[in-house]
C-alpha cells in the first residue's frame, strides 16, 4: 500500500476545479526536509477530490496554512522535471493562518430568547 502522511504549509490559495463532473481541489504544500546546511524544501502538488472538495475545507485552504496530509503518492514527468503529486485521502488543519475565513455577511439580528425559569427562589429544606 502507498499512502504517505505529511506536514507543511500551503505555498497559495486552492483551486476548485471539477473534472468529468467530480469537486477537485488542487493545492501546493511545502515540506521541510534536512536540517543546517542540508534542509531544503519539498513542493507536493495535492488533489483533493469528491465530497471533501465540495465542502467547506477548500475556504480554509489558504496560503500559509499549515496542514497535515495523507494520500496516495505519485510522480509526473514534464518538462525535464519530476514533480511529487499527492491523492489526498485525508486533510486536516493544524493551524497556522486564520481560524476561519473572512465573510461579508449582514449582521444577523438575536432573537429573543425565554427567560430561564427561576426554580430556586425559595430555600432547600434539608
Request: aromatic residues 8%.
Given at each position: 500500500m ?13 483551486r ?6 467530480t469537486a ?19 513542493w ?11 465542502g467547506?475545507?477548500?475556504?480554509y ?13 505519485s ?52
Amino acid at each position: 500500500m502507498n499512502v504517505l502522511s505529511v506536514t507543511g504549509n500551503l505555498g497559495q490559495d486552492c483551486r476548485k476545479n471539477e473534472v468529468n463532473g467530480t469537486a477537485v481541489c488542487n493545492f501546493s504544500v511545502a515540506v521541510k526536509a534536512g536540517f543546517g546546511q542540508y534542509e531544503q524544501t519539498l513542493w507536493l502538488d495535492c488533489a483533493l477530490w469528491g465530497k471533501a472538495a465540495e465542502g467547506k475545507l477548500p475556504d480554509y485552504l489558504v496560503k500559509g496554512q499549515s496542514v497535515a496530509v495523507s494520500g496516495e503518492l505519485s510522480t509526473q514527468e514534464k518538462d525535464g522535471k519530476t514533480y511529487l503529486k499527492l491523492r489526498c485521502n485525508n486533510v486536516d488543519l493544524i493551524g497556522g493562518k486564520a481560524d476561519a475565513p473572512v465573510q461579508q455577511s449582514q449582521p444577523e439580528q438575536k432573537k429573543a430568547e425565554p427567560e430561564p425559569a427561576d426554580d430556586f427562589d425559595q430555600d432547600i429544606p434539608f
